[in-house]
Structure formats: C-alpha cells, structure tokens
C-alpha cells in the first residue's frame, strides 16, 4: 500500500522533533542532576520490561511461519528464559536459546 508523500513528510519530522522532546527532557533538563532513587530503581527494570515485548511477537506470531505458534520458537523462548533464570548469565542464556532454536529447525 503507498503511503501519501505529504503524510510521510509531515509524520516523520513530527517523530523526530517527538525523539528529540522525550531525549531532551531527561539530558538537557535534568543535565547533572541527580535522579531521585525511586525514578533511578524504576529505570532500572526499563530493559526488563521492554525485551519480553519485543521478543513475544516474534515468538507468538513469527512471520516466518504466517503468524502460527512455531514449536521451535517456543521452545528456544521457553529455554532461554530457564537457562537464564538458573544462571543467571544474559549470554549464556542467548546461546542457549539460539543453540535450541537452530538445533530444532534443522531438525
């Protein structure tokens, strides 16, 4: 589906002066400021929070397979998540899924 040359011009500086508003507002703003320790331990859990919803879609609904529930996909999501929770090692854990996934697709 094309998208209106107009549109695309008007939504795409209006993302980026919305990107430079949000950046500005904890750099410029803030600057050298110290963060209060509730708003510090909240972003804390910021990449936490955002993984599981970029990841579940692909794990859910892959493209690759039109959008069905792929066993293998599941299966690495599943064991990445225990690998990581046993010990504790972010790469250990994406080895371990990335291991699963490509062992049961070629399977």
């Given at each position: 589906m094309p998208?209106?040359?107009?549109?695309?011009w008007i939504v795409v500086p209006a993302l980026g002066v919305g990107t430079y508003v949000i950046r500005f507002s904890f750099l410029g703003i803030l600057g050298n400021r110290p963060l209060p320790s509730a708003l510090r331990r909240?972003?804390?859990?910021?990449a936490?929070?955002?993984?599981p919803g970029l990841v579940a879609p692909a794990v859910l609904w892959p493209?690759?397979?039109?959008?069905?529930v792929d066993p293998p996909r599941l299966a690495a999501a599943l064991v990445t998540m225990l690998v990581g929770i046993v010990t504790r090692s972010v790469?250990?854990?994406i080895l371990a899924g990335g291991a699963t996934l490509y062992t049961l697709l070629w399977l």
């Open positions: 998208v209106d040359p107009l549109l695309y909240a972003l804390r859990y910021t936490v929070a955002i993984l493209p690759a397979t039109g959008g069905e790469i250990g854990a």
